[in-house]
């Protein structure tokens, strides 16, 4: 399998994980949650087809670790930036910028990266603030879905995880000629 030259900075919630199924425990920890529908095989999937991808996520690390566990998906992701472990949250750069070391790239690898995320405030505007391509998948009813800053404007919105493999692979067909 030959790596591709997109590479792939995601959220979790309502990106992949349906913050509306997450079941907590009495310290306000994630033990276990649901896939947006189709979100999982397009993980799996782009995993498979040799995307490199990183989760760059607010929340509790060990949150993270009991959902992608349970739902057998953590080897995806070939980097975990969660907020909890660095101090920050989105759109910090630093949230960013720890994913850049984890997957050992530069500033000149930021034409290469994209950033999926349901937050307009927060996956969008980080992404737009360092230079990425940014998607908006607009599936959640929970946030915000007007771009109250400049900077919040995505490039690209989905409404659904399945419509994200066709718009990665232009991006990534893009990269490669």
């Not at 000149?108 to 927060?122: P, S, T, Y």
């Amino acid at each position: 399998m030959t790596t591709k030259k997109l590479i792939i900075f995601t959220d979790s919630g309502d990106t992949i994980i349906d913050e509306g199924t997450q079941i907590y425990d009495e310290r306000g920890i994630v033990q276990e949650a649901q896939f947006i529908p189709g979100a999982g095989e397009v993980l799996r999937q782009l995993h498979e087809e040799g995307f490199t991808i990183a989760l760059v996520a607010d929340g509790e690390w060990e949150s993270f670790q009991n959902v992608y566990r349970k739902n057998g998906l953590g080897y995806c992701f070939d980097a975990w930036v969660v907020s909890e472990v660095v101090g920050r949250q989105k759109p910090e750069a630093v949230m960013f910028e720890t994913a850049y070391e984890k997957l050992g790239l530069t500033g000149a690898d930021k034409e290469r990266i994209v950033m999926i995320g349901n937050n307009l405030k927060k996956d969008i505007a980080g992404a737009n603030r360092q230079g990425l391509t940014s998607i908006w998948l607009d599936w959640s009813p929970r946030y915000f879905h007007t771009a109250e800053e400049p900077d919040w404007e995505p490039d690209y919105t989905v409404k659904t995880p399945a419509e994200l493999l066709p718009l990665l692979h232009d991006l990534n067909a893009k990269l490669e000629d």
